[in-house]
């Protein structure tokens, strides 16, 4: 069972670290073929994909990713839960990023009487349920909660 867990939790965060990557990946080219590079920071029509909160979430997956395979390879049932433990912090702040972007683009458009306004990416935000900070906050509160349910389990199981 548990070993099912920490798949899925490596699977949601791959899920979420390809999410992220693409969505930077369009936000990159979309920047390149207004201002005609990727070096311009200020005075831009949209913000330098390197600015929005996206970005560093992307990051952020790859780092979860990165150590939830590490720990899926683990033999050793303390270290595993160990480092599991560790995730978890990193889940937590990841999730509290994630939702605090979502919140700080949302808020706005709904006292604004849902009229669009700029999204996270810099783009026209019709809907904040569609726009990438939800996606990725999803995704990081899925790993979360599986993170917790692992360490739940695994503390039971000691």
Same mark, same amino acid.
């Given at each position: 069972m548990l070993k099912k867990l920490f798949y899925?939790?490596?699977?949601?965060?791959? $899920? /979420?670290? #390809?999410?992220?990557?693409?969505?930077v990946y369009t936000d990159f080219v979309r920047f390149y073929g207004i201002e005609g590079t990727v070096f311009k920071i200020k005075d831009c029509a949209l913000p330098n994909p390197v600015t929005t909160p996206c970005f560093w979430g992307a990051f952020a997956f790859i780092i979860a990713l990165s150590w %939830? #395979?590490?720990?899926?390879?683990?033999?050793? &049932?303390?270290?595993? &839960?160990k480092q599991q433990s560790r995730l978890n912090w990193l889940l #937590? &702040?990841?999730t509290l990023f994630a939702w605090g972007n979502f919140f700080y683009t949302a808020i706005p458009f709904w006292l604004r009487g849902n009229? @669009? $306004?700029? /999204?996270? %990416? /810099?783009?026209?935000?019709?809907?904040?349920?569609?726009? @990438?900070?939800?996606? /990725?906050?999803?995704?990081?509160l899925i790993a979360l909660i599986i993170s917790l349910i692992? #360490?739940?389990?695994?503390?039971n199981a000691q």
């Open positions: 899925t939790q490596t699977l949601v965060l791959f $899920g /979420g670290s #390809i999410f992220a990557w693409y969505t %939830s #395979i590490y720990i899926l390879r683990l033999s050793d &049932a303390n270290l595993q &839960a #937590i &702040a990841s009229t @669009p $306004g700029v /999204g996270c %990416s /810099g783009l026209l935000m019709t809907n904040p349920f569609t726009t @990438p900070c939800f996606g /990725g906050s999803v995704f990081f692992l #360490i739940k389990k695994k503390y």
